[in-house]
């Protein structure tokens, strides 16, 4: 299966030329569903030509824009691959299929660019998380989302204090002993004390020395914005932030001493953390949003919303997953032209918030019906 990260959107957004077309459809390989996706795609196929055509292609300039994604009817091995969906992009010189975890309801758009919003609770909502297993005598790296966790491979990332460190005479005269109860049946890495105040601080020095070397590494990988979460002992996350600067550390850990858990338990309730953590961030944001409203501060009308986007002034976004309003956004003027339906030459304005806000630094949310505010396709929080 694929995975979509930051810099899979932002290919996406590259300006092109011509028409854009997105296509995205469940698909199964065991079940009822395994012949269904074929069938899917031969009927996305025909509703896409004559989409195209109506946009102002000729029939054979349709059929053979249309022929990368039709060969996919041909690749027998490609409807048996693990997956619960499809996405396709398709325009002029430039074709990309995904085979995604995240089950995705059948939908087609050509437009004058691609859509994204279907992806972007990959990106945003389900992951990836990074988890960084961390102890005196163990570093492990772990990506986690809710397909799953796997072990990651850092270069240049210490496997343990001693090797970060060296040898050191301090570190050799700290006592250790175990604190794991007998009837666990498994060893337990050793908990460290120091010899008093001074040497207390002389540890925490060397911590901090070590994780510094540890996030130095692992910045290669878990620099993109996605989450953090520790696995460690209580008293080391603060030392942790302290050096953990450029990376999106969440508040909460998986508290305890990491080498006694596997890979999957340590990814299973770091993603537990994340998924409460987005939850609270959005009904935050929601609540914010109900509290600026009638103010300058929140927009819920695509006239205002559009413009405020283009100059960079979105901080949060709240759009409709499913909803399409069709029109046009002249950026100079300022003006939104909204239509009743899909004219040749419109743009899909939800999308173009979309980007505008992401291409700004803006946050976005995509809620379903029952979750947007007062039932409206797009809302916003502005910076000013």
């Given at each position: 299966?694929?995975?979509?990260?930051?810099?899979?959107?932002?290919?996406?957004?590259?300006?092109?030329?011509?028409?854009?077309?997105?296509?995205?459809?469940?698909?199964?390989?065991?079940?009822?569903?395994?012949?269904?996706?074929?069938?899917?795609?031969?009927?996305?196929?025909?509703?896409?030509?004559?989409?195209?055509?109506?946009?102002?292609?000729?029939?054979?300039?349709?059929?053979?824009?249309?022929?990368?994604?039709?060969?996919?009817?041909?690749?027998?091995?490609?409807?048996?691959?693990?997956?619960?969906?499809?996405?396709?992009?398709?325009?002029?010189?430039?074709?990309?299929?995904?085979?995604?975890?995240?089950?995705?309801?059948?939908?087609?758009?050509?437009?004058?660019?691609?859509?994204?919003?279907?992806?972007?609770?990959?990106?945003?909502?389900?992951?990836?998380?990074?988890?960084?297993?961390?102890?005196?005598?163990?570093?492990?790296?772990?990506?986690?989302?809710?397909?799953?966790?796997?072990?990651?491979?850092?270069?240049?990332?210490?496997?343990?204090?001693?090797?970060?460190?060296?040898?050191?005479?301090?570190?050799?005269?700290?006592?250790?002993?175990?604190?794991?109860?007998?009837?666990?049946?498994?060893?337990?890495?050793?908990?460290?004390?120091?010899?008093?105040?001074?040497?207390?601080?002389?540890?925490?020095?060397?911590?901090?020395?070590?994780?510094?070397?540890?996030?130095?590494?692992?910045?290669?990988?878990?620099?993109?914005?996605?989450?953090?979460?520790?696995?460690?002992?209580?008293?080391?996350?603060?030392?942790?932030?302290?050096?953990?600067?450029?990376?999106?550390?969440?508040?909460?850990?998986?508290?305890?001493?990491?080498?006694?858990?596997?890979?999957?338990?340590?990814?299973?309730?770091?993603?537990?953390?994340?998924?409460?953590?987005?939850?609270?961030?959005?009904?935050?944001?929601?609540?914010?949003?109900?509290?600026?409203?009638?103010?300058?501060?929140?927009?819920?009308?695509?006239?205002?919303?559009?413009?405020?986007?283009?100059?960079?002034?979105?901080?949060?976004?709240?759009?409709?997953?499913?909803?399409?309003?069709?029109?046009?956004?002249?950026?100079?003027?300022?003006?939104?032209?909204?239509?009743?339906?899909?004219?040749?030459?419109?743009?899909?304005?939800?999308e173009d918030a979309v980007w505008l806000t992401l291409e700004t630094g803006g946050r976005v949310h995509v809620?379903?019906g029952q979750t947007m505010p007062e039932g409206r396709s797009a809302a916003a929080i502005l910076r000013y």
């Amino acid at each position: 299966m694929d995975r979509i990260t930051h810099r899979d959107i932002a290919e996406l957004s590259t300006e092109r030329q011509g028409q854009h077309l997105s296509m995205f459809f469940p698909h199964s390989a065991s079940g009822n569903d395994a012949q269904a996706g074929p069938i899917r795609l031969k009927n996305l196929l025909r509703d896409a030509h004559h989409q195209l055509v109506e946009g102002g292609l000729s029939a054979e300039a349709a059929d053979e824009m249309l022929t990368p994604i039709a060969r996919m009817l041909q690749e027998p091995k490609l409807w048996r691959t693990p997956g619960r969906s499809f996405a396709l992009f398709l325009a002029p010189g430039y074709f990309r299929r995904l085979r995604l975890a995240l089950g995705l309801e059948e939908h087609l758009m050509v437009g004058p660019q691609f859509a994204v919003r279907p992806l972007l609770p990959l990106v945003l909502e389900y992951g990836p998380a990074y988890v960084l297993a961390l102890s005196i005598n163990e570093v492990r790296v772990l990506e986690a989302n809710r397909a799953g966790t796997r072990r990651l491979e850092v270069p240049g990332l210490p496997q343990s204090m001693k090797e970060a460190l060296g040898y050191t005479e301090f570190y050799s005269e700290l006592q250790q002993h175990t604190s794991a109860p007998a009837s666990q049946g498994r060893s337990r890495g050793g908990v460290v004390h120091g010899h008093g105040d001074r040497d207390e601080e002389r540890f925490r020095v060397d911590l901090a020395n070590y994780f510094r070397r540890v996030l130095r590494a692992l910045k290669g990988v878990a620099n993109n914005g996605a989450p953090l979460v520790l696995a460690c002992v209580e008293s080391y996350a603060p030392i942790v932030r302290e050096v953990a600067s450029g990376l999106n550390v969440l508040s909460e850990i998986v508290r305890g001493n990491p080498e006694l858990a596997s890979d999957d338990e340590l990814g299973s309730r770091a993603w537990q953390l994340v998924e409460a953590e987005r939850e609270r961030e959005v009904l935050g944001e929601l609540d914010r949003y109900r509290e600026l409203g009638g103010t300058h501060r929140a927009a819920g009308d695509l006239g205002q919303i559009l413009p405020a986007a283009a100059a960079g002034r979105v901080e949060v976004l709240f759009v409709h997953k499913n909803a399409e309003r069709w029109g046009r956004f002249e950026h100079q003027e300022e003006r939104v032209e909204i239509h009743l339906a899909h004219r040749p030459g419109d743009e899909e304005l939800l999308e173009d918030a979309v980007w505008l806000t992401l291409e700004t630094g803006g946050r976005v949310h995509v809620l379903d019906g029952q979750t947007m505010p007062e039932g409206r396709s797009a809302a916003a929080i502005l910076r000013y």
